[in-house]
């Protein structure tokens, strides 16, 4: 079995974007597959580990984040800069074969991408995403609503199988309230 290398990246509140008490999980190259046998693949795995809704795109070329759920973005197709954590927040390389887990909060941006970059994006429960857009003032109470949403069952990847971030968020909930 291949050895699994992820990254774990603690983003914060900057106060435009709220970001979240739970790290980004950036899992690299776990799948070896690409184009429409890596995005079918993609929409299956997450399905199977109740990460649903999924959409077949790429990422918005300006900083926004959702407050009512996580998200999950598989890249199947070409490669693309994206940016974490809103304007002053962690740039990174993905390409096919990456999986990005997003708490919900966490502000991102494609920066730049190749013609043919593309990912499937997928939702704990098959939530509707809200869209929240970064302006000069943030809502009122956006941050209390972030940290409403709850930790899903399973690593919409690894489902309950470790290093899912399933058991890397609950530690953290275990560590708050103890």
């Known amino acids: 079995m291949q050895q699994t290398t992820f990254e774990i990246l603690n983003l914060t509140d900057d106060g435009v974007i709220p970001n979240s ?17 890596a995005a079918a693949f993609l929409e299956h795995r997450f399905a199977e580990n109740g990460w649903s809704n999924a959409f077949r795109w790429r990422v918005y070329s300006y900083h926004h984040y959702h407050t009512n759920t996580h998200e999950v973005l598989g890249v199947y197709a070409g490669n693309a800069l994206l940016q974490l954590g809103g304007p002053k927040g962690e740039k990174m390389h993905v390409r096919p074969g990456d999986v990005l887990i997003l708490p919900a909060g966490t502000g991102h941006i494609c920066l730049s991408h190749s013609d043919d970059f593309a990912v499937v994006g997928a939702y704990p429960n098959g ?27 399973k690593d919409p990847f690894f489902g309950s199988t470790p290093p899912g971030m399933v058991s890397s968020w609950v530690e953290r909930e275990e560590r708050e309230y103890n």
Do not use: C, N
């Open 127 to 153: 939530v509707e995403p809200d869209l929240v857009k970064i302006t000069d003032t943030r809502p009122e109470g956006i941050a209390d609503k972030v940290d409403a949403v709850p930790v899903p069952e």
């Open 21 to 37: 008490k739970y790290p980004v999980i950036f899992y690299h190259h776990v799948f070896t597959m690409e184009g429409e046998p």
